[in-house]
């Protein structure tokens, strides 16, 4: 088995400030994945990476960048805090993909709240 | 384009009822289907998925699901809920090397 850690478990942000959040997996997988969650909401793609130093684009990707430095670890960076904002960042991997049918196996998220 | 409609914010039923969450899709192919579960304060586990063959898939924890190509419809079934099973529910559509569109979520709450 394998394990997908995300850091920081709990973020606290000022508007305008730049955050990063950072996710390792031990699966070995090809592509990850960052997901935002918003309350009662499903999850929506920021950006996802089919392999080291890959990045493609997904449907919430304005306001964010990230970088996938090594197979294991996949960074996601809040280029400009919103005030008041409040959502949770999945990281999630699958073996090959992207979106195919390989199960995708997620961290337990980091919790963003920009005062 | 493809989507996914989960009906039902919140579902509330007794330890040992049985249990049908819905989900709708949108598709002018059969997707790749799945049922994801996030227990408080975790990530998404998958509990189910299905591509082809029997239209009725079992997954984990006592768990199936049936496609309906006719109602364009996956929904999740439990004949008899325990209290644990309380988390928000999602079911997720996705087309071979497309996007993964996930539903907003239903929210199980399974009463004592």
């Known amino acids: 088995g394998g394990i997908i850690t995300q850091t920081p478990k709990f973020l606290i942000g000022q508007e305008g400030q730049k955050l990063t959040l950072k996710c390792q997996q031990n699966?070995?997988?090809?592509?990850m994945y960052w997901y935002r969650q918003d309350s009662g909401k499903g999850l929506r793609l920021i950006y996802y990476?089919?392999?080291?130093?890959?990045?493609q684009k997904g449907d919430l990707s304005e306001g964010y960048d990230a970088s996938r430095e090594k197979k294991s670890s996949f960074s996601l960076t809040v280029t400009s805090a919103q005030k008041n904002e409040m959502a949770v960042f999945l990281c999630?991997?699958?073996?090959?993909?992207?979106?195919?049918?390989?199960?995708?196996?997620f961290g337990p998220g980091t919790r963003l709240l920009v005062l | 384009a493809q989507s996914v409609t989960q009906p039902d914010a919140r579902v509330t039923v007794s330890e040992g009822a049985s249990l049908q969450l819905r989900c709708k899709y949108s598709?002018?192919?059969?997707?790749?289907l799945f049922w994801y579960v996030q227990y408080p304060r975790q990530g998404l586990q998958l509990l189910l998925k299905y591509y082809s063959g029997d239209p009725v898939v079992q997954g984990v924890n006592g768990f199936e699901a049936e496609f309906s190509k006719s109602n364009s419809s996956f929904h999740l079934r439990k004949a008899s809920v325990h209290w644990s099973d309380s988390a928000v529910y999602f079911c997720?559509?996705?087309?071979?090397?497309?996007?993964?569109?996930f539903g907003d979520g239903t929210q199980l709450v399974v009463k004592p």
């Open positions: 598709s002018s192919v059969t997707p790749y």
């Open positions: 699966f070995n997988h090809d592509t």
């Open positions: 997720a559509v996705s087309i071979s090397n497309n996007r993964i569109f």
């Open positions: 999630a991997s699958s073996i090959n993909g992207p979106f195919n049918q390989d199960t995708q196996y």
């Open positions: 990476s089919i392999t080291e130093n890959d990045l």
